[in-house]
């Protein structure tokens, strides 16, 4: 069982950046790729970005395409940053892992418990 800690989240202006940080418990982290999932009021969670155990493929969903970013330490972090942020980015944002990286891109098999992001107008 992976364990999931995100950390980061809080009330952001918009136009602003939000940085928000995952730590893994498994020691064999370089094993897993890493994903960013986020979920706003009354809609369903959806995918945000990925890495994969390497770091030399990532992903991201078309809203934050040019203005994030995904990377990864070499010892149980990864890391997602958001820029120019909208109030429609207010979500709970969620990290997620898999041994598989098409697995992160949509369904992974362990998560976080998600850390609040709120952007105002």
């Known amino acids: 069982q992976v364990q999931l800690v995100e950390s980061g989240g809080g009330l952001v202006q918009a136009g602003g950046s939000l940085s928000l940080a995952c730590a893994a418990s498994e020691r064999t982290f370089t094993k897993y790729a890493m994903g960013w999932f986020r979920q706003a009021p009354g809609k369903e969670r959806e995918f945000v970005a990925a890495i994969s155990r390497t770091g030399d493929a990532t992903d991201f969903a078309d809203y934050v395409k040019g203005r994030s970013s995904i990377s990864r330490d070499y010892a149980n972090t990864v890391y997602l940053e958001v820029h120019n942020l909208k109030p429609e980015d207010t979500a709970v944002y969620y990290c997620?892992?898999?041994?598989?990286?098409?697995?992160?891109?949509?369904?992974?098999?362990?998560w976080g418990q998600g850390t609040q992001v709120t952007v105002s107008s």
């Open positions: 997620a892992t898999d041994i598989e990286y098409d697995n992160v891109l949509g369904h992974p098999r362990f």
